[in-house]
Structure formats: structure tokens, C-alpha cells
């Protein structure tokens, strides 16, 4: 009697974990400069009933010894693991293709202390944002500065949506792949 009921309360649980990752996440983020740099990125769920706000903080300095970070010889390690750097691609391909961009819009103003370096940077970004421009909901104005002096000022600002229940089979398949399992064999070693 005891079991069925632990079941039926199991069930329920994992249907409910199920259907809460059914539901979309919204993220909008701003990104600006105008002589200092501010961000803000804000990430709502259930229909923005439970939002998060991540922005400039000041950060608290404290005696926090810092992490052991992996060395060069670690990730050249990493990145020599067969089949390693495919089944990232496939990961970031995938996920690219199940996020859905609501809005994606920016305004730069960039320009180099030589107006010819200015020129050729311009030569080389102007066909691509025409490009990024052809993609509905996808607005860039990129604008040269051909002053004597460096700039690089304005705004991105963008809004994306994600069903995480989407993401599962690719994070899954790649979690579970022999290359990420010989990256995570690495890695505990050198730990």
C-alpha cells in the first residue's frame, strides 16, 4: 500500500518537474556604453511571475582564497580529446536553433584614431550587418567616426525566449557522450 502511494507521489513530482520545464524563460538584456559600461540582463519564468534582475554590481571584496583555475596544458588537453570539439558544435548548433529571438537591436558608433583603419573595419562590417538586418526582428545601425580619436559608444539590446524542456535531449546526448566523459575524466584528475 505504502509503495503505491510513494509511486503515485513520485509520479506526480517528476510530471510536475516536467511541466514546470515546459514553461518558456524569457531573458532581456541591455548592454550600453557611453563613457562607462552598464549591463542588465533580466530573466523571468512562469509568464513573468518570477523575474531575476543581474546587473553592475559593486562587488564585495572579502579574504576568499581564489579557485584553482585549469592551465593551459589542462585545455590544450581537452581540446586533443577526439571527438571533443564535434559534439560541442553539435551542442551549440542545436541550442542556437531552439532559442527563439523576440528582438534584437543595437546602435554603435565605432571609429580608430586613423579614419583609413576606420574605413576598412567598415569595409569588412557593412556587408554582415546588412546581412544581421535581413532577419526579421533584427535591427543594427552601425555608424563610423572618422574624427581623430577612438570611440566606441551605443547601446545592444535584445530579447530571447527558451522552453528548457527543449534543451534536454542535445544537453543530455551531450553529457552522456564518450568525449565529454573522458573531458570530466581530465578534468577530476587534475583536480
Given amino acids: 500500500m505504502w509503495a503505491i502511494i510513494l509511486a503515485t507521489v513520485l509520479a506526480g513530482i517528476l510530471v510536475l518537474i516536467i511541466i514546470a520545464?515546459?514553461?518558456?524563460?524569457?531573458?532581456t538584456f541591455r548592454v550600453e556604453r557611453y563613457g562607462r559600461l552598464q549591463n542588465r540582463v533580466r530573466i523571468s519564468w512562469l509568464f513573468g511571475l518570477v523575474c531575476r534582475e543581474l546587473g553592475?554590481?559593486?562587488?564585495?571584496?572579502?579574504?576568499?582564497?581564489?579557485?584553482?583555475?585549469?592551465?593551459?596544458?589542462?585545455?590544450i588537453e581537452i581540446l586533443k580529446t577526439p571527438g571533443f570539439i564535434k559534439k560541442l558544435?553539435?551542442?551549440?548548433?542545436?541550442?542556437?536553433?531552439?532559442?527563439?529571438?523576440?528582438?534584437?537591436?543595437?546602435?554603435?558608433?565605432?571609429g580608430f584614431d586613423d579614419a583609413a583603419d576606420t574605413g576598412i573595419?567598415?569595409?569588412?562590417?557593412?556587408?554582415?550587418?546588412?546581412?544581421?538586418?535581413?532577419?526579421?526582428?533584427?535591427?543594427?545601425?552601425?555608424?563610423?567616426?572618422?574624427?581623430?580619436?577612438?570611440?566606441?559608444?551605443?547601446?545592444?539590446?535584445?530579447?530571447?525566449?527558451?522552453?528548457?524542456?527543449?534543451l534536454a535531449p542535445p544537453f543530455t546526448s551531450f553529457i552522456f557522450s564518450m568525449p565529454t566523459l573522458k573531458v570530466i575524466k581530465i578534468l577530476l584528475l587534475h583536480k
Fill in 89 to 110: 558544435t553539435v551542442l551549440l548548433k542545436k541550442s542556437i536553433k531552439i532559442i527563439r529571438i523576440k528582438e534584437l537591436s543595437s546602435h554603435l558608433r565605432i
Fill in 56 to 75: 553592475d554590481r559593486k562587488r564585495v571584496s572579502a579574504t576568499i582564497k581564489p579557485k584553482k583555475r585549469p592551465t593551459l596544458r589542462i585545455l
Fill in 21 to 27: 520545464f515546459c514553461i518558456p524563460v524569457d531573458m
Fill in 121 to 166: 573595419l567598415f569595409s569588412i562590417l557593412g556587408p554582415a550587418v546588412a546581412l544581421v538586418n535581413y532577419f526579421p526582428h533584427c535591427s543594427v545601425r552601425l555608424e563610423p567616426s572618422f574624427m581623430d580619436e577612438a570611440v566606441f559608444e551605443g547601446y545592444f539590446n535584445g530579447e530571447i525566449r527558451l522552453q528548457p524542456i527543449r
